[in-house]
C-alpha cells in the first residue's frame, strides 16, 4: 500500500537532539565530564545537626563512613552512600567542657577513639557504637589522635604538652610520657604518625614541631621552628604517603612543608591567609588540603607549594579535613556544625548522594538515555493521519 511521508528530520537535527537529552540524562544522573577542572562522579553534603560546632572529621578505611567529633561531647557516624546518620550519636563527652577535640579510625577499621577536652579517650566499635576497650584516662585535655600503622598503639597529644603512646593491648601508656623540658610546656595541638610507625610529629601551640622516636622516646633530629621570630601556634600536622614530607599547619595563616630527613622546610611557607586549623594529604600524595578559620579549604601541590585551583569555600570556619581512601572526596566539619563531602577536583559540594531525589533522577537519567540512543540511532518518520508507518510491519 502506498504511503506518503511528511517530513524527515535531517541527521544534524537528530545529532543535536540526540546530543541534548543525552547531556540531560547525564546531568539528571548528577555526572559532569572532566572538562575545565570539574570532576566526575557527584559528592554528598551532610546537614547540620544542632548548634555545636564540628571540630574533627576521619574517613573508615573503607570509605563507608565519616566519623565527626562535636563540640557538644558527641560523635556522630555518617554514612557516605546515604548522606545518613548511622545510628544514634554518641555521646562520649562529659558535661560542657567534655567537647570532642578529634576522631580517628584504626587502620584495619576496627576501632574509633575520640579525642575529650575533659582527658578521656574513648575506644569504640565503628559498627555498633559501643565501647570496644577501656576509656583511656589522663589529666589534661586530648587534642590530638593518630594510630600507628600495626593499630598497637594509640598517640595521644595533650594540652599540657605532653603526649602519651597508649599501648591498646594494656591500656597502659608505652613507655614514659614524652614531655618537652620540665614545668609548664606548651600545649600539643596535633599529632600524626610516619607511615613506618617508626615517628610520632607533634605540633605545639609555641608554634613548634617534633618528631619523636617511638623506640628511644627521644626527639628525632631538630626541633622545626619557621623561622627565629614569633608565629602562629601549630594547629595541626601531617604526614605525606610516603613519609618524606610533613605538613604543618599554623595559626598566622600558613602551611610548612618540611623535609622528615633534614628537618629543613622544602621551600617558602605556603600563604593560606587565616588560621589553618587542619591538614591532610591525598593518598596518591598529589594533593595537600588546608583548612582554615576564614571558612575556605585550598587545595595544593605539595611538589610546587601551588595551589591546584581556587579555594573552596565553605561558609564558616573549618576545623578539620580529611581525604577518603581512594582520594575521590574531601570530608571538612565546620563551626556551623556541618559535615560537607567535596569531590576534590570540584569548586562545591553536589547534590546529596542519598535519598528520593537521585533515584528519580538515575530513572528519568536512564529513560532519557535510552529515548537519546533510539533518536541517533533510527529515522524519525511522521505518516499522514491512516497512513501506515514506514518503520513498522
Known amino acids: 500500500m502506498a504511503y506518503r511521508v511528511r517530513r524527515r528530520i535531517p541527521h544534524w537535527r537528530r ?25 566526575i562522579g557527584p559528592a554528598g553534603l551532610v546537614t547540620a545537626i544542632g548548634s555545636a560546632g564540628v571540630k574533627g572529621v576521619a574517613f573508615s578505611p573503607d570509605g563507608r563512613l565519616v566519623a565527626a567529633g562535636y563540640g557538644d561531647g558527641t560523635v556522630r557516624l555518617w554514612d557516605v552512600a546515604t548522606d545518613q546518620v548511622n545510628g544514634p550519636a554518641l555521646q562520649v563527652g562529659s558535661g560542657p567542657q567534655g567537647g570532642v577535640n578529634g576522631v580517628a579510625f584504626s587502620p584495619d577499621g576496627t576501632l574509633l577513639a575520640d579525642a575529650d577536652a575533659d582527658g578521656t579517650i574513648g575506644l569504640r566499635d565503628p559498627v555498633t557504637g559501643q565501647l570496644a576497650l577501656s576509656p583511656l584516662q589522663a589529666d589534661s585535655g586530648v587534642n590530638g589522635l593518630a594510630f600507628s600503622p600495626d593499630v598497637g598503639v594509640l598517640a595521644a597529644g595533650y594540652g599540657d604538652g605532653t603526649i602519651r603512646l597508649w599501648n591498646l593491648a594494656t591500656g597502659q601508656v608505652y613507655g614514659p610520657v614524652l614531655r618537652v623540658g ?52 601549630v594547629n595541626a600536622v601531617a604526614f605525606s604517603p610516603d613519609g618524606s ?12 612543608l618540611w623535609d622528615t630527613f633534614t628537618g629543613r622546610p622544602t621551600r617558602p611557607p605556603l600563604q593560606v591567609g587565616s588560621g589553618v586549623n587542619g591538614v591532610a594529604f591525598s593518598p596518591d600524595g598529589t594533593l595537600l588540603a588546608s583548612a582554615d578559620a576564614n571558612g575556605t579549604i585550598g587545595l595544593w601541590d605539595p611538589a610546587t607549594g601551588q595551589a591546584t585551583r581556587a579555594p573552596l569555600q565553605v561558609g564558616s570556619g573549618v576545623n578539620g579535613v580529611a581525604f577518603s581512601p581512594d582520594g575521590k572526596l574531601l570530608a571538612s ?20 548522594l542519598g535519598g528520593r531525589i537521585i533515584l528519580l533522577a538515575a530513572v528519568l537519567g536512564v529513560a532519557l538515555a535510552v529515548v537519546a540512543v533510539t533518536i541517533t540511532t533510527r529515522d524519525i518518520w511522521r505518516a499522514r493521519p491512516g497512513r501506515p508507518n514506514p518503520g513498522r510491519k
Do not use: C, H, M
Request: aromatic residues 6%.
Open 333 to 352: 566539619g565546620d563551626a556551623n556544625g556541618t559535615v560537607k563531602l567535596w569531590n576534590t577536583a570540584g569548586d562545591e559540594p553536589a547534590a546529596p
Open 182 to 233: 620540665s614545668g609548664p610546656q606548651s600545649g600539643v595541638n596535633g599529632v600524626a604518625f610516619s607511615p613506618d610507625g617508626g615517628l610520632v610529629a607533634a605540633g605545639y601551640s609555641d608554634g613548634t614541631v617534633r618528631l619523636w622516636n617511638v623506640l628511644t622516646d627521644q626527639v628525632y633530629g631538630p626541633v622545626l621552628r619557621d623561622g627565629p621570630g614569633p608565629q602562629g601556634g
Open 245 to 256: 614530607l610533613l605538613a604543618a599547619g599554623y595559626g598566622d595563616g600558613t602551611v610548612q
Open 15 to 39: 545529532a543535536v537532539i540526540g546530543g541534548i537529552l543525552a547531556a540531560v540524562a547525564a546531568a539528571a544522573l548528577g555526572w559532569s565530564g572532566a572538562v575545565a577542572g570539574l570532576a
